[in-house]
């Protein structure tokens, strides 16, 4: 999707279970939840990966997956070739400085109890090994790109707007130069006055230091002004996945769509797809067979028998639906 050059990170077949209770002693065990079941992306130097769905499709257990806070089930995981789910103490360590993130609220991810600048010079004391004056160096150089005042490295979170709590996050993240940035609703929790700003400043970082991001969002609008690419979950699986431009202009699997045509930037006409409607639940997604067949307007006898795999009916643009080729025209 993303051209020639090699990724950065590579995800192949990624599972991830979560097991359940029984519902009482004496019944059958219940089949693990599969949050995650084989999704496969790449993210490419200076690009940005967006992972758009509803809550509970499995975007931010797949974001957790990639910066090691959850265990894969099965599939791989590679850093510059390097299989990371099998590396040893000093590749696990490299990885864990190259790949930060900046999460969805800015004053639950960062300690109360901690001034600014021993909060931003953390990832340089697990991972850099610099002495204190280096490291108050690097702090300075980060809150000034992320615009902020230096003197500041002396006050504590709650001094801080929430703007200015995410700028803080992102120096944090930005401090160690990595190669790639995970961004979970990095705006959601924000003001909507500030978050253009903070989505600039994000693209701005990303031009200047060539950070890969891995973007997880529900906002549609974001995700078409910041993502390079647009990978659309549903279920646990990536269902459409294609250059953001693509994805947003000619949506190919009903579900995405759906989405679209639910945001408030979709072109008036759109309204009128019939793609665009789909209907109340139907399964509880353990069947065999695609797993939107229940809410699907176009949905077909094997539709309910086969799960589709992703194909790409278009160069750099591909989508699990048996029904691609006639609704991508």
Known sequence: MSGATAPVVEAAGLVKLFHRRRASLFAPPTPPLRAVDGVSFALAPGRTLALVGES???????????LLLEQPDGGTL?????????????????????????????????????RIGRIIAEPLRLNA?????????????????????PA????????????????????????????????????????????????NLLIEAQRRLGMSYLLISHDLATVRYQADEVAVMYRGRIVEHGDAESVFDTPLHPYTQALLAAARFVRPEDRDNGGATVVADETDGSEQGCRFAGRCPFVRPVCRRVDPDLAQPRPGHAVACHLHNSLGG
């Not at 510059?80 to 930060?100: E, K, M, N, P, W």
């Not at 969805?104 to 901690?114: E, F, V």
């Not at 940035?181 to 929790?189: C, G, H, K």
Request: charged share 25%; glycine share 6%; aromatic share 6%.
């Open 129 to 149: 090994g610099l002495d204190a004056r280096s490291a108050a160096s690097r702090v300075a150089t980060a809150l000034e790109e992320v615009g902020l005042d």
């Open 56 to 66: 509970g499709c499995g975007k931010s257990t797949t974001a957790r997956m990639l």
């Open 152 to 199: 500041s490295a002396r006050n504590f979170p709650h001094e801080f707007s929430g703007g200015q709590r995410q700028r803080i996050a992102i120096a944090r993240a930005i401090v160690m130069r990595p190669r790639v940035v995970v961004l979970d609703e990095p705006v959601s929790a924000l003001d909507v006055s500030v978050r253009l700003q903070i989505i």
């Open 78 to 114: 590679r850093f510059d070739q390097a299989d990371i789910l099998r590396a040893d103490a000093a590749t696990l360590r490299r990885y864990r400085g190259s790949v930060q993130a900046v999460f969805q609220d800015p004053w639950s991810s960062l300690n109360p109890r901690m």
